[in-house]
């Protein structure tokens, strides 16, 4: 009888839909008129499409993947227009009587459009010669939207998330312990910040932000596609081969952190993988475990701690529909699983996400289920009951 | 009881270091001072490297990772000589009397110096602008070794493997029909031939090879790596990251050919992944899938077969060491599971191989143990008791 009444689904990784005024409400007065702006472009016979614009670049999806409340054989065509998808994209209160009607207590909703770790900020700085403190103050725009804009229509239904400006530690750290004060529970980070043009995890370049994450006790929540790398195998492959294999990005993420000095330096951090699902886990421990046993000794690789010791003390991964992952959670770790829903992308189950959570969970105990739905994600992000 | 006396292992994955008379013996007369050759390259204090040299460039690990024989403590630098390894990594019958020592009854030897699936004869032509003759003559010269010396010292005890001129698909077709009637039983074919330069798997352009090698019955062998891309991270990152992320190359090639046509139009076409590990399969079925339900409509996928069958009929997986996989081999198929040994690189567990596998499958019933480590092996290749 798993999914008693009482057991609360926490999911750790949704997505909101930027609505167009944010950063005209957000961003400070002399910066307003260059923020990201929704811009409607003109399609001939078809209604015209809203854009953001930026920096003199285009983002053509305003809702990527937003297709909450349509059938498979709709899907195909992100929205182009906000009243293409369900307000619960974009507006906080229709977001909460959607996870009502889903049977959801709380969300995490990561960026849209300027990407789930704020990459469109990020390499606009690194790559694309943006002017830094525009970029700044448009991260700071996005976060101060989510704490006090978004999270704060329903106090304890929303786990709050900020975005940092990576071009820059310093201001990183400083970001941190502002949105700390502010309620921030967790940061967005890319699963691998070399694509990104900025320095790897096997560097100390990440030292101060990593320890300032740690002390605020801010998990870092790393998104499959974070990097903007994907699993792409040829020009022609159908997107479904991506889909598959979104996993692989936080494979490689977690063997990258198992090997890395990482959670030697900081022991209190930590690292939660969205939408990465959990079956492959079994396997990727074993393998890094096998590894190490054979490949240690000639690299700079910690000589003492088994890799998947550090999986099982620093890394959390979650599941939307995952019947090999939970059948194998002995083997992941009870305790470094938890739930998510992935409102209002393709692979949620909304508005049937309670439903089919509680099919997945029929054969696994009460208390374990409780722990993978509810207890894990609340004491990762210190979100009181 | 598993592993009876009579159970003979069948390796799928081993690897050959190349004998430096090779190309001189086995090239065409005209050819020949043109073809690979070993040079003694001065390093100082130590004894000299010895190196291929071809088509004026230099391929510096004459055995790649051939550590056979060393304790993981002295891993780390690959053998620069021939007198650094085992002689077995390059003699034929000293390699059956290694396999002897190891419990091993049959061994598939892939390439070393031209790569797994002989990238340095392709992309010497696609990329470098190689003379496409001589790098033909390279290739059915390896062949005929392969054939002819290599697996001819101990018939029964090899599964003869050999390379394609890739860059032509005609010529790939007549060495696909030529080496079949010299008892070539499987192609070594790249798991993605995109990173080679060449089309994808969702193009029409390899049609007449695979029809040729379906025909032939000779299964497609991709081995880890043989695209010559690797799961690389970052510049910095050490070794074992790669090494713990091989199967993610066999997953991401595994995906591209379950949504590809490629056994729509050859259902007899056989794939064996190689060094890939197995624990990650029922995962990667159970997503793909999910990705199909969800994702068929509006791409150019199969819309009545799903991967997963997709995978069962047509691809087979092998495991050195790999506990969760064995566990999950109901959900992975016990017809599709195979075993290699992986001699001489420094996954293998020679001289210990039929000891671990016993070990491996000591909770197996003894008719799914033979079908493990020999059967599906004997049946896919065509090797008769």
Not at 90 to 111: H, K, N, S, T, Y
Not at 114 to 129: D, H, L, N, S, W
């Amino acid at each position: 009888m798993p999914l008693q009444d009482h057991h609360q689904l926490i999911s750790v990784d949704d997505h909101l839909v930027e609505p167009p005024h944010l950063w005209e409400q957000w961003l400070p007065a002399d910066l307003r008129d260059r923020g990201p702006q929704v811009v409607e472009e003109d399609r001939g016979d078809q209604p015209p499409a809203q854009v953001w614009h930026y920096a003199g670049r285009r983002f053509p999806q305003i809702g990527l993947n937003a297709v909450a409340g349509k059938k498979p054989e709709e899907f195909g065509i992100d929205p182009v227009r906000y009243d293409h998808m369900l307000p619960g994209c974009w507006e906080p209160e229709a977001r909460v009587i959607d996870m009502d009607i889903d049977g959801v207590q709380a969300q995490l909703c990561f960026p849209s459009f300027p990407r789930t770790a704020g990459a469109a900020f990020i390499e606009g700085v690194v790559k694309e010669g943006d002017d830094p403190k525009l970029a700044l103050a448009c991260v700071r725009a996005w976060n101060d939207f989510q704490l006090q804009e978004w999270c704060s229509v329903a106090p304890g239904r929303f786990i709050p998330v900020v975005m940092l400006p990576l071009w820059d530690v310093d201001a990183s750290v400083a970001e941190i312990e502002r949105t700390a004060a502010l309620g921030a529970r967790t940061v967005t980070f890319p699963e691998n910040t070399v694509p990104l043009g900025l320095p790897s995890f096997h560097t100390d370049h990440w030292d101060p932000l990593f320890a300032a994450a740690a002390d605020a006790q801010m998990p870092l929540s790393m998104h499959f596609g974070s990097s903007g790398q994907g699993p792409l195998t040829a020009p022609e492959a159908p997107l479904a081969v991506v889909i598959t294999l979104f996993g692989c990005n936080s494979m490689y993420a977690a063997a990258d952190l198992m090997f890395s000095p990482v959670f030697h330096r900081h022991p209190n951090l930590k690292v939660a993988f969205s939408e990465g699902g959990i079956g492959w886990v079994p396997y990727l421990l074993e393998r890094a475990d096998y590894t190490w046993e054979r490949h240690r000794f000639y690299q700079n690789v910690d000589q003492t701690t088994r890799p998947s010791d550090l999986f099982r003390s620093n890394m959390w991964v979650c599941f939307i529909d995952d019947e090999h992952g939970l059948a194998s959670r002995h083997e992941i770790g009870v305790g470094n699983i938890t739930w998510e829903c992935d409102y209002p992308h393709s692979d949620s189950n909304w508005p049937n996400s309670r439903k089919r959570a509680a099919e997945l969970l029929e054969d696994v105990p009460d208390d374990e289920a409780q722990r993978i739905v509810e207890l894990n994600a609340r004491e990762l992000f210190g979100l009181p009951r």
